[in-house]
C-alpha cells in the first residue's frame, strides 16, 4: 500500500509518493530568475526559505495556462534538494495497492524517452501517472 | 548494545583525541625529555583504545593498543624518542583519522594497518621490560596518596581498622557507569570510609572514566567480605582488593604523590571549562531565526516612517538595539577560532620540511581569532596551498641559505588578527622571494607575452601573473607544488568569499600573502537597485562607486561598449540584457554601479537605486546552483525576494 498525492493538469492525472511531498501551497509571488532554463518559473520565499518553482506543464511540454484559484504549487523534499512545482490543482490524497502499480514500458511508444513518469497506478478506472521522483528534482537540460 | 546511537559521540570524540594527539607527538618532538607530554599522550591514546574497544573497532583497538606499548617505553625511557620514531607514531595518527573518516562513512573500520603494527613492532623490540614497566607504574598510581591522606590511614590503622586499595572495574558494555559506580560508592560507604578516588568523585560522577577506577576505603571488615558485596552489583566486571601497608609504601610513594597529583589537577582544570556541544543544524536554525526577526525589523522600520507616533518610534527603536545585540550574540556563537585551520600546519611543515630536508620553523600568531563557521569552512585548502609554495618554493634548502648568510632554519610565519570587519590572515616566510626573471621568462614561454611586452611589465604586473590560471614558477614539478593549478585557484576561492589577496615580495628577504575575508558570508550589507521592474541587490564590498553617465559618453572599442571613469577605460555591462530584461533605451542619463573584481573595474547600468540595507544571504538552493550570475537570494521587509548579483561573475 502507497499513498499519493494526487495532482492535476488539465484532464491528466498525475501521482506524487506522499513522504515526498513536504507541503501544498497557493501560488504566492513568484521572482524571476535570469539566466535559469525556461521551465524554472523562478523562485518564492516560503516561510523564509528560498525555494526554486517549476512549472510542470512546461517541464512537460503541455501548453501553460493562466493561474486560478485551484493552482498550487507542491513543495517536494527528496533529500537535500526541495523544490515547488506548479501544478492545475491538488487536492486529493489515493491509496493505491502495491498490486495496482506497474512499471512503465520503456520501449511503448506512448510514453516520451525523456519523461518524469517512474511507474502507473489504477484506482478503478482511474490511470494515476506516478513521477519518479529523483529525475523531477535533478535538472534535466539546463543549459546556460 | 546496539552501538549505532553513540557512534556520533565517538566519532566526534575520537577525532578530538587525535587532534590533540597530533598536537603532542609535535610537542613531544620538541622536548623528548618532557614526562608530561607523555603521560597526556599516553592518556589520549589510552582513551581511545578504551573507546574504540567499547565499540568494537578492532582495528583501532589493536593499532592505539601497539602505540600505547611503544609510548610505554618511551615513559620508561627504556627507547629514545627519534624522529624515525616520530614518523612512525604520526603515520599511526594518520591512519587513525583516516580509520574515523572510514568509520564515519561505512561505519567499519576495514582498514590495513599491519604494517603499521610491523613498524611499531620493530621499534619496541624489549616488550618484556615494557609489561615488567607496567606493572610498576601502577602500584605507584594506586597509591598517589597525600600527606593528608596518609595521617587519617596512620590513625585508622593505630585503631585497628584496615586500609584497602579497591580496583572496580565496569563491564564494557555498561551504560550508565557513573550510575553503577554511584551504587559501588553506596555500598563502600556502608562498609567504611572512603578517603581518595581516582579518577576524582566528580569526575566519575561526569563519567569521565574508561572502565575501572580505584578508591581507598578505610573499614573493619575483611577483603572478602567487601568483594562479594561488591561483585553482588550487576555490571561489575571484577574487583581488585589489596590492602594497603601503610608504613613502608606510603613512605616509599610520599616523593611521587604530591607531584603526579599536582599535573593531575591541572589536566582537570584544563578540561573543566565550561561548554555545551551544540548540533550546527541547531545553530543554523537560530541563525535563521534572527535573519527573520532582522527582516521583520526592516519592514517595521518601514512602516514607522510613515508614522509619527512618538511611542511607537521609541519602542521600534528599542527592538532594533535588541535585534542588534542578539544578533551580534548569536554570530559570536558561531565563531569559532582560526586554531581550527591553522593547526592542521605545525604537522604539515614538519613533515614536508624533513622530505625536503629543509629546516624550518614555523611561528603562528592569533590563533584565537575568531571567524565565523561559513568562512572558516572555506579557507583551509586556500591556505594550505599557500603554505605549500612557502615551504616548497619559499624557503631554500639549508646549504643555499647559508650562502646567502642567512641563518640555516627558516622561518614561516602565519598571522590571523581582526582589522574592522575583516579578518585578516598572513602567511609569510624569510625564503627567496619571488623571482622576477623567471616570472618574465615562463610568461613568454608559455605564449602569454612577447619578449618586449614581458620587459615592459613592471613587478605589480608581474604578481598579477602569478594568479593567471596554468601559470608556475617552480622549474620541477613536486608533489608538493608547482602543478600550475595553485594561485589561481586559490584567488579564485577567496574572492569567491568576497576577499582579496595580495602578495608583498622582496628578493632573498621573503614573500607575504595578505589574505581579507569578511568576518561572516551569512549577513552583508548590500546596494538595492532597480533594473527593469525588478529588485537586485549588490554586495556593498564589491562596489566602489556610483556615477551618473549620459548616453553620449559611451563608446565603443572592438564593438564592445565602454565608458570612461576617473581616467580609465573599463566595459559598461547593461544589467538589461544579462538579466534577459527589456530596457528602456529612451533616457539619456543613466546610473552605472562600478563594481569591482580585485583591480579590474565595470560599469553596471541600472534604472533606478532603492538604497542601502542589511541583509540576509540565503541560497538558490541545489536546484538552481547553475545559474552562477545569482549569488544568492534575500527576502526583503515585505517579503518579497530580492536576487543578489555575484558581480565575481559578470565580468
Known sequence: MSMFVVTRLGSEEYGIEIDKVQSIEKVTKITRVPKAPSFVKGVINLRGEIIPVISLRMLLKLCEVEFDDDTRIVIIKNND???????????EVVEIHDDNIDSIDVNSNLYKKESFIGKIGKIGNRILMLFDIDKLTTQQEVKL | MDTNQYLEIFLEESEEHIESLNENLLQLEKNPEDSHIIDEIFRSAHTLKGMAATMGFENMTRLTHKMEDVLQEIRSNSIKVTSNLMDVLFKCMDALSSMTGIISESGNDSYDIENLIELLETNNSKEEVAATNIKNSKSLDSNNINVYEKDIIEKAASQGYKTYSIEVVIDKNCVMKSARAFIVFNTLDNLGDIVDSTPSVEDIEDEKFDDRFTVHLISKHEKDV????????????????????????????KKFGPTNLGSDDQIKHSKTNKSVRVDIERLDNLMNLVSELIIIKTRLEGIESNEKNPDTISTIEYLERITTNLHDAVMKVRMVPVERVFNRFPRMVRDLSRELNKKITLNMYGQDTEVD??????????????????????IETPEVRVKKGKPETGVINLKAYHEGNNVIIEVSDDGSGINFEKVKNKAYEKG???????????????IKLLFEPGFSTSDTISDISGRGVGLDVVKNKIESLNGSIEVKTE????????????????????????????????????ISEIVNKNKNEIHLVQGKEVVMYRGKVIPLIRL??????????????????????????????????????????KPLGKYLSNVKIIAGATILGDGQVALIIDSNNLF
Open chain 2, 448 to 462: 602569454m607575452l612577447s619578449a618586449d611586452e614581458v620587459e615592459e611589465l613592471s613587478n605589480e604586473k608581474l
Open chain 2, 576 to 617: 538589461h540584457n544579462i538579466l534577459d530584461l527589456k530596457s528602456n533605451e529612451d533616457s539619456d542619463n543613466f546610473i552605472c554601479v562600478i563594481i569591482k573584481k580585485g583591480d579590474n573595474l565595470a560599469a553596471c547600468s541600472v534604472d533606478e537605486l532603492i538604497g542601502q540595507q542589511e541583509i540576509v544571504i
Open chain 2, 226 to 253: 567487601i568483594k562479594s558485596k561488591l561483585m553482588s552489583i550487576s555490571e561489575i566486571k571484577n574487583i581488585n582488593i589489596e590492602e594497603l601497608l601503610y608504613s613502608k609504601e606510603i613512605k616509599d610513594n
Open chain 2, 373 to 394: 563557521r561559513t568562512v572558516i569552512d572555506e579557507i583551509g585548502d586556500p591556505l594550505v596551498h599557500l603554505m605549500r609554495n612557502s615551504i616548497d618554493h619559499g
Open chain 1, 81 to 91: 534538494i526541495v523544490i515547488g512545482i506548479i501544478v492545475d490543482n491538488a487536492n
Open chain 2, 507 to 542: 628578493v632573498d628577504k621573503g614573500t607575504k600573502f595578505i589574505i581579507k575575508l569578511p568576518l561572516t558570508l551569512a549577513i552583508i550589507q548590500a546596494l538595492l537597485v532597480m533594473v527593469g521592474n525588478e529588485k537586485y541587490a549588490f554586495p556593498l564590498n564589491s
